[in-house]
């Protein structure tokens, strides 16, 4: 748990070139295409960071000895044979839309090299705190590499929401378009030292802020209406074809629509959950919807003390959340109850409009968590066996894919790398993980060396 002090992100600013710049409508001319794969136009990357227990959610061992065996118990779904935790009920309606891969495995068990790993495809072990700032010489996020593959368009290709992954004013390496150049780099926040106002938790909102304002404070919405009057006040007299391009593509009026979630019933904002999370998903539909290629959900917590806490590194314990055993976090207003809620909304609202083909939504965190409960009732790191999910975009719901040991320690069936799991969005995508991408020298990289998981198609 990174219980340490985090400044909250000043409003209205991005990561340098954050929206796709100008240079990003002159360079697609000349990017190469493949053959459509799958299904999806676009993607939904929810990114449960700090690593979710496979043991406590999606791959449960109620055999396994004690000590092991999860304090939750397993409930059936909505298809018969496959059992998820009791504290997921809204989900376990909608696993016939879901492919479960409970063999996604890597050998490191630090947060850093392991987000790295999980985000890009790439190994490097020595990225740990605090030598992991994101850098240009490091290869692009697989949301980046989307976004050098997508068509121009009117509306940006790479949004992350709330907050990138970072803390302590560092955002961590892998999270950006790194040697690609700004240009791909994602529609974000820019991590500060000082918060101009109080947090935001993800379950009450300060009474001065509505629902509706949650994209502005987090200075997307704010960016747009500034740069939308500029490009009035202007004429873009001053502005050359391509910038005056990446102009419009900031103002474009649908991107601004969708960050304003009052036009989305009552009902629905409530099944999705009035919290941060469940605002987050079903923004996430609106900007998709909107033309949006990939948008990136970071699941985190804003403390009472202002700290980043990735909330799935459920080792229990003391900290800014206070003293609190893992299992306790697991039911927190941070953990379970709002993922059950909104991931069972995005899954019930992307079908229900008809959107689910074109839509990949993939879930998963940097590692999973070990078989054996601490001392703190919890679990600790563990790169070697985390359960992902894919649903949309051709992946074949109902299923399970790969297996664990009797304690979910390690894969017995049909492993996935990283490096497959991104080839299985890439597939999913229409973009070909063995194509070739420039770095800033023009020198030629593959795009991942991963294989992708066929078998989850159709």
Sequence with gaps: MLHRRDAMIRLGQLGAGGLALPTLLEARANTPTTAKSGTADSCIFIFLWGGPPQQDMWDMKPDAPSGIKSLFNPIDTAVPGIRVCDQMPLFARHTDKVALV??????????????????????????????????????????????????????PANVTIPRPVGHDGVTYAGTYAGFLGPKFDPLEKLAANKSSEPAAHPDVLPPDVTQTRLAAREGLLKLLQKQDAHLQKTGGSELDDFRNQAM?????????????????????????????????????????????????????????????????????????????????????????????????????????????????????????????????MGRDHWGAAQTALLAGGGIRGGQVYGKTDKIAAYPTENPVSPDDFLATIYHAMGVDPAAMIPDRENRPHRLCDGKPVVGLFG
């Design 102 to 155: 409970r063999s996604l495995s890597h050998a490191d068990n630090n947060h850093e090299p392991s987000v790295y790993h999980m985000l890009t495809g790439h190994k490097d072990p020595t990225l740990v705190s605090p030598r992991n700032p994101r850098k240009r010489s490091h290869p692009p996020s697989f949301a980046s590499a989307l976004a050098y593959f997508a068509k121009p368009s009117a509306v």
């Design 248 to 376: 419009q593509m900031i103002a474009a009026p649908k991107v601004r629509e969708a960050f304003d979630l009052n036009k989305e019933p009552s009902r629905l904002r409530d099944h999705y959950g009035r919290n941060e999370y469940g605002e987050s998903f079903l923004l996430a539909r609106r900007l998709v919807e909107s033309g949006v290629k990939v948008v990136s959900v970071v699941w985190l917590y804003i403390m009472p003390n202002g700290g980043v806490a990735n909330v799935w590194d459920n080792h229990g314990g003391t900290g800014g959340l206070g003293s609190i055993t893992g299992y306790a976090m697991l039911k927190e207003k941070y953990c379970l109850p709002p993922l059950d809620r909104a991931l069972a909304a995005l899954l019930e609202d992307l079908g229900d409009r008809g959107m689910l083909d074109r839509t990949l939504v993939a879930v998963a965190g940097e590692f999973g968590r070990t078989p054996k409960i601490n001392k703190d």
